[in-house]
């Protein structure tokens, strides 16, 4: 079921892409809360497990709900063809591990979220996969790390929570060189920030659990990429192993699609304003926004992202007490490990996302006791900074 190529640009594309009406012309797309799908006759099954007609089998392969949302994400991030899952993680680990085997071995920036590390650093060796990790924003750290046996590169960028952007051009270059495929998990900069296929990328995943639903509902998570490699490496996978997304999440994502642009357009609006003011108060220390000219990449990311971050680090220079005592301070602002919802959130990684890394390891990511991470909403700026100000004094 290939849909007409369309020259529209995103805010027209979120709102109408990949829309299969049915015969009653509804105007919202419709929820499909079906597994099965029934046969006129016998023949008509046999012919669709062949191939030999399209449609539907069974919602753990493909669903017409899901099927719409993963149509509306290729048309947005121009590739060919995706997998809808039911979270982020499902995408990762099955973007990870539906094309290696025993003895392969993979290359990943060491700025990970917490889950994605452990999938890379510890489940995939105990198949027999091993993994280097490196410092993702040095170009030479990937090159070095290179062996026969490489068949994946895997980052993300910006990187929670420090913000890091990996130069992902050049790190798709080395890829191809390397005869590997390049995983970028996306889920920071949104896929109206960023376009990593177009960088050069392979394969994008996502947690549509962030700023895809956006209003903090449902977890979800998409695999995007070129036909052949879905179709020779994740089909069979996806299908065996059953990381599908339910229909009603499919539609709740869909809608969130609608609204995606108004909502990132003016959460980095409000962050960029946040991020200044942040920077300027004697309380804080480091900042780190990716759309301040002081970010440590803040050429690759001219080049390389089309707008700001929606997320905010900073350091307190209490360390953990301050970042505390802000956090408990907070009114509008709530303290969760979530993000990219309508609500803002404030995540202290030390204690929460980043828990289990060791010290030297969160050392090492630039996560420090007096680390905090903001996810900006959807709430007035003003009332947000206001916030901000009243919860600093609290903290020194
Ligand atoms: C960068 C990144 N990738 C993947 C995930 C996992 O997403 P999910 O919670 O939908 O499984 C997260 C969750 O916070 C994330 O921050």
């Given at each position: 079921?290939t849909e007409k ?6 805010q ?11 015969g009653?012309g509804e105007t919202?797309?419709a929820m ?28 753990r392969y493909a669903n017409p709900t899901?099927d719409?949302?993963?149509?509306r994400m290729?048309?947005l991030?121009?590739a ?9 993680m ?17 290359v990943a ?11 890379v650093?510890t ?10 990790l490196?410092?993702?924003?040095r ?5 070095k ?8 590169f ?9 913000l890091?952007v ?6 798709a ?9 390049l995983?970028?998990d996306?889920?920071?900069?949104t ?7 177009e ?8 947690s ?5 639903d ?13 036909k ?8 069979d996978?996806f299908r ?5 997304l ?9 809608k969130g699609?609608e609204?995606?642009?108004?909502r990132v357009r ?8 946040i991020a200044d003011?942040?920077?300027?108060h004697?309380?804080v220390g480091r900042v780190?926004y990716?759309g ?7 050429d ?12 905010i680090?900073?350091?307190l ?11 408990n301070a ?6 969760s490990?979530n ?11 030390a204690t ?6 060791t ?13 905090l ?6 709430e007035?700026?003003?009332d947000?900074?206001e ?10």
């Amino acid at each position: 079921m290939t849909e007409k190529k369309r020259n529209w640009k995103p805010q027209t594309t979120l709102v109408h892409a990949g829309t299969l009406r049915s015969g009653f012309g509804e105007t919202s797309e419709a929820m499909y809360l079906t597994q099965g799908y029934v046969y006129d006759s016998a023949e008509a099954a046999e012919a669709r497990f062949k191939g030999d007609e399209p449609g539907f089998i069974y919602s753990r392969y493909a669903n017409p709900t899901v099927d719409m949302f993963e149509k509306r994400m290729c048309a947005l991030e121009g590739a060919e063809d995706a997998r809808a899952t039911a979270s982020g993680m499902a995408a990762v680990t099955a973007a990870i591990l539906c094309s290696l085997k025993a003895g392969d071995h993979i290359v990943a920036a060491r700025a990970l979220f917490g889950s994605c590390r452990w999938v890379v650093e510890t489940l995939a060796p105990r198949y027999g996969i091993e993994a280097t990790l490196v410092d993702g924003t040095r170009i030479e750290n990937w090159e070095k790390a290179i062996r026969p046996n490489t068949k994946l590169f895997f980052l993300e960028s910006p990187t929670n929570p420090t913000l890091e952007v990996i130069d992902i051009a050049a790190v798709a270059k080395l890829a191809n060189q390397a005869g590997a495929r390049l995983v970028v998990d996306n889920v920071f900069a949104t896929p109206l920030q960023q376009r990593p296929l177009e960088l050069g990328a392979h394969v994008v995943v996502y947690s549509a659990t962030k700023h895809i639903d956006g209003q903090g509902r449902c977890l979800g998570g998409v695999i995007l990429s070129d036909k052949k490699w879905i179709d020779e490496n994740l089909h069979d996978y996806f299908r065996h192993t059953g990381p599908s997304l339910s229909p009603f999440n499919a539609w709740t994502l869909l809608k969130g699609l609608e609204t995606l642009p108004v909502r990132v357009r003016q959460q980095a609006e409000s962050s960029a304003r946040i991020a200044d003011f942040l920077a300027d108060h004697s309380a804080v220390g480091r900042v780190i926004y990716p759309g301040r000219a002081d970010h440590p990449q803040a050429d690759v990311i001219k080049r390389q992202m089309k707008g700001g971050s929606t997320l905010i680090c900073f350091d307190l220079k209490g360390g953990k007490k301050s970042a505390f005592a802000f956090s408990n301070a907070l009114d509008v602002i709530l303290i969760s490990n979530n993000l990219g919802d309508a609500k803002s959130l404030i995540t202290h990684p030390a204690t929460t996302t980043h828990k289990n890394l060791t010290d030297e390891a969160r050392a090492e990511l630039g996560i420090d006791p007096g680390t905090l991470r903001l996810s900006v909403g959807l709430e007035d700026v003003d009332d947000l900074i206001e916030d901000i100000d009243a919860a600093l004094k609290a903290a020194v």
